[in-house]
């Protein structure tokens, strides 16, 4: 029985180029059919090396027939020397670095730029830096290297003014803070334009710009000081030099 729905490309001719779950793992490893066998099952050469026999069809995919499968796990094999990011140990930031090996588990041993080493990471915890093309994502496409934003320090509530050093492929930012700082991969949500951001209806601040004249409560006092703005923090806070020399910071 069973022969009903989903049989489509269930059907592989020799030599047809393939992707197949290698020994029924969930990761998927480009090849060739071998063999077509009697009992619908395949032998399989894979591109590493590998051979397997017996496969069953639905641990394969075809990569010849394309229009289909789109959905899939692309992107979710990587080749040795492939930039990527990885998240170190498991962890939630993802740090650059190249593919050194592919291992046969499925895993990959990984050399990250900053010198570190790390063996047998899942698939999922990387995300290749040379296949972009995907994304649709919107508003990032409207930040740029060098553009000066503000960005949540490590997820944080406060903004802090810096540039955008480096545009990920993953649609994340690696941010060079103003006060010497650096993060990556930080998310495009905890980024704010400095330059040319007129978006932002919300501003009981919106009237104060960087060389304005104002006084100030400095450091909270009844009293208010003569000053000028040196810069909007975005936040609705301001930096403020006083004209009798002190300075003041988010006020």
Known sequence: GGSGG???GSSFREGEKVEARYRGKARFYPGKIRRVNRDDTYDVDYDDGEKEMGVKAELIKSLESSGGGGGGGG???FRE???IEARY???ARFFP???????RDGTYD???DDGERE???GAELIKSLESGGGGGGGGADDLREGDKVEARYRGGARFFPGKIGFKNRDGTFDIDYDDGEKETG???EYIKAREGADSGGGGSSGGLREGDKVEARYRGKARYYPGRIRSDNRDGTYDIDYDDGEKEREV
């Open 89 to 91: 140990r498991g962890g």
């Open 119 to 121: 063996m047998g990471i």
């Open 186 to 188: 930080v998310k495009e």
């Open 97 to 103: 670095g190249k593919i050194s090996r592919e291992n």
């Open 75 to 77: 992107g979710s094999s």
């Open 110 to 112: 990984i050399n990250y």
């Open 81 to 83: 020397g492939e930039k």
């Open 6 to 8: 989903g049989g489509g």
